[in-house]
């Protein structure tokens, strides 16, 4: 398991449907060493806070693997790492293996595997295709968010290192197939709702969508 890139950047106005929005997508490889901060990387920052950013969404970690799908479903847009907005580019962890709770050694710093992330319009806004936010979640590669659990340094190239393994086995891919495939899946939502690792927002979420289906 390997960081393969570091990237970050700070909010860029963009016009969308005659307005002016902020959005932090848009961000830069960094190729040398960065400063991990408590909800963010040094030289990063998220527009709106309600969606991205915070101590649960500090850092965003996106496959490098799944780079090659992605140019072969839609060959008509370009793909290559950071165009999702993820902070960190990684090898070796693919959602179905990654459990919500798993820490994580970079560098100096020690991170904690929280939620997938759920796009929304501005990925489509910047690749210029509306259509990618829908493919994005029917593909149910979505990367997934870190809380940082000890600030510290990060370089690309750096090894990535399982520091903890959340034994109770809350997928990344578990989470992010309530959203798409298994909406309906009365075990996977109880499952979801015990999980301690899971932050509580989430777990009232699955409550709620497991007293609707009874």
């Not at 008509?76 to 459990?99: A, H, K, T, W």
């Not at 820490?103 to 595997?113: D, E, L, P």
Request: glycine share 8%.
């Amino acid at each position: 398991m390997q960081l393969k890139s570091i990237f970050v950047g700070k909010p860029k106005e963009v016009p969308y449907n005659g307005e002016i929005i902020s959005s932090g997508i848009f961000k830069k490889e960094v190729t040398g060493a960065v400063k991990v901060n408590k909800f963010n990387l040094e030289g990063d920052k998220q527009a709106d806070l309600t969606v991205h950013g915070g101590e649960f969404k500090a850092v965003y970690a996106y496959p490098v693997e799944h780079y090659d799908y992605w140019n072969k479903k839609r060959p008509d847009l370009q793909f290559q790492p950071g165009i999702f907005g993820e902070n960190l580019c990684v090898s070796g962890l693919l959602e179905n293996d990654v459990n919500v709770g798993d820490r994580y050694k970079i560098g100096t710093a020690v991170f904690s595997v929280t939620i997938p992330r759920l796009p929304c319009y501005k990925l489509g806004i910047k690749m210029n295709d509306s259509k990618i936010v829908k493919d994005f979640m029917i593909a149910e590669r979505s990367g997934f968010y870190l809380k940082v659990i000890e600030e510290g340094v990060i370089n690309p190239g750096d090894k990535i290192e399982l520091v903890y393994k959340d034994t109770y086995g809350l997928t990344i891919s578990d989470l992010v197939k309530l959203y798409t495939t298994e909406k309906a899946n009365k075990e996977l939502l109880k499952k979801a709702i015990k999980a301690p690792s899971l932050q509580k927002d989430w777990q009232e979420k699955f409550a709620e969508k497991l007293r609707a289906l009874s």
